[in-house]
């Protein structure tokens, strides 16, 4: 089976830095994904890691530690339009590329 | 590229009543469709996954009687509630995968079917 942990609520400040943590437990795993979600609408594709490391996309990173079983978002230089549901997902290992997706984290930015 | 349209976009019906849910791949062929329900404030749960041509595999706890889903082409899935009742009402999304490419990793979603059921 799957268990995918996310903190449920998080309050940052515009221009700040926050860290999204994950951690996950998978009988199989296939690559680690973030998306974003905002209210009432589909999520939308932020990074995929499947290799331990850093992936950096403009102002979003992810890391993921497979031993560790422990993936991270960060939101650098945050802005207003950035509060959102951010969403944690793992594939497995089925040829479905089958996505078990964690509880969310609703971040919430702040003037 | 990598559109995926689901449509109604929102639908209101009464209970007992039967809704049907199109999720199209509008530039790619779709060898997986996937359908996910979401309630208020809660994450995506994945209820079944289809492959084109064959029929599709539900998750655990979810009624394949009840939600029945067709996967006809490889540009559209369907799914069917039937007789709806009001604790079906939820956010519906569909996501497509394609077997090659670039971006055979990801999922693409669509933007979510939300059913009212009175």
């Known amino acids: 089976g799957q268990n995918i942990d996310q903190p449920t609520e998080m309050t940052a400040t515009e221009g700040a830095i926050v860290q999204i943590n994950c951690t996950y437990q998978?009988?199989?795993?296939?690559?680690l994904f973030w998306y974003q979600q905002h209210a009432g609408e589909a999520p939308t594709f932020l990074s995929y890691n499947v290799l331990d490391g850093l992936e950096e996309k403009g102002r979003f990173s992810s890391f993921l530690s497979r031993s560790k079983g422990y993936s991270y978002l960060l939101l650098k230089e945050l802005q207003m339009k950035d509060s959102a549901s951010y969403l944690c997902a793992v594939r497995d290992l089925t040829g479905a590329n089958n996505l078990f997706f964690g509880t969310g984290t609703r971040l919430t930015v702040i003037p | 590229g990598a559109v995926v349209s689901q449509h109604p976009s929102r639908v209101i019906c009464k209970s007992g009543t039967s809704v049907k849910i199109e999720c199209r791949s509008l530039?790619?062929?779709?060898?997986?469709m996937f359908w996910y329900r979401q309630f208020p404030k809660k994450s995506l749960m994945l209820m079944a996954t289809?492959?084109?041509?064959?029929?599709?595999?539900?998750e655990q706890g979810v009624e394949k009687d009840k939600f029945l889903i067709n996967h006809a082409s490889l540009t559209l899935s369907t799914l069917t509630v039937t007789s709806a009742h009001p604790e079906d009402s939820s956010f519906y999304i569909c996501?497509?995968?394609?077997?090659?490419?670039?971006?055979?990793?990801?999922?693409?979603f669509g933007p979510g079917t939300r059913l009212t059921v009175l």
């Open positions: 998978t009988s199989g795993f296939n690559g």
């Open positions: 289809s492959n084109e041509g064959s029929k599709a595999t539900y």
């Open positions: 996501s497509a995968s394609q077997l090659r490419g670039p971006r055979s990793n990801e999922q693409f």
């Open positions: 530039d790619f062929q779709a060898t997986t």
